[in-house]
C-alpha cells in the first residue's frame, strides 16, 4: 500500500508557474504507475498527465500538452507536477495516484490509490 500526500498548490496570476508534488511512503514507490488528475468545481475529476513507474513514458491531456511537464525521483518517492503558463481553467483541485501495474495510464479507474489533492488557481 502507499499514502500519497499533494503539496504546492495555490494562488497564482494567469501566464505564472506552480510546482505540485506528491510524497509518497513505502519502499514500493518505484513500482508504481503515477498520475495527476484534476478536478474544477461543478465539474468531473479528469486525467492530467501520468508517467510509467521508471519515468520512460509519460502521456498528457491535450489540454496541457507542452504546458505541464510530470517527472518523478524514486529515490525521494516524489513525483512532480511542473506547471507553465497557467490559465484561469486549469483551476481545479489537483490529485495525485498511484497504479501498481507500473504503467501510464489515462484512466480514473486504473489507479488504485489516491491523495488528498492540492487546490491550484489561477487568477485572470
Known amino acids: 500500500q502507499v499514502h500519497l500526500v499533494e503539496s504546492g498548490g495555490g494562488l497564482v496570476q494567469a501566464g505564472g508557474n506552480l510546482r505540485l508534488s506528491c510524497s509518497a511512503s513505502?519502499?514500493?514507490?518505484?513500482?508504481?504507475?503515477m498520475g495527476w488528475f484534476r478536478q474544477a468545481p461543478g465539474k468531473e475529476r479528469e486525467f492530467v498527465a501520468a508517467i510509467s513507474w521508471n519515468g520512460g513514458t509519460t502521456n498528457y491531456a491535450d489540454s496541457v500538452k507542452g504546458r505541464f511537464t510530470i517527472s518523478r525521483d524514486n529515490a525521494k518517492n516524489t513525483l512532480y507536477l511542473q506547471m507553465y503558463s497557467l490559465k484561469p481553467e486549469d483551476t481545479a483541485v489537483y490529485y495525485c495516484?498511484?497504479?501498481?501495474?507500473?504503467?501510464?495510464?489515462?484512466?480514473?479507474?486504473?489507479?488504485?490509490?489516491w491523495g488528498q489533492g492540492t487546490q491550484v488557481t489561477v487568477s485572470s
Open positions: 495516484a498511484a497504479d501498481r501495474q507500473g504503467s501510464n495510464y489515462r484512466r480514473e479507474v486504473e489507479y488504485e490509490y
Open positions: 513505502g519502499r514500493t514507490f518505484s513500482s508504481y504507475g
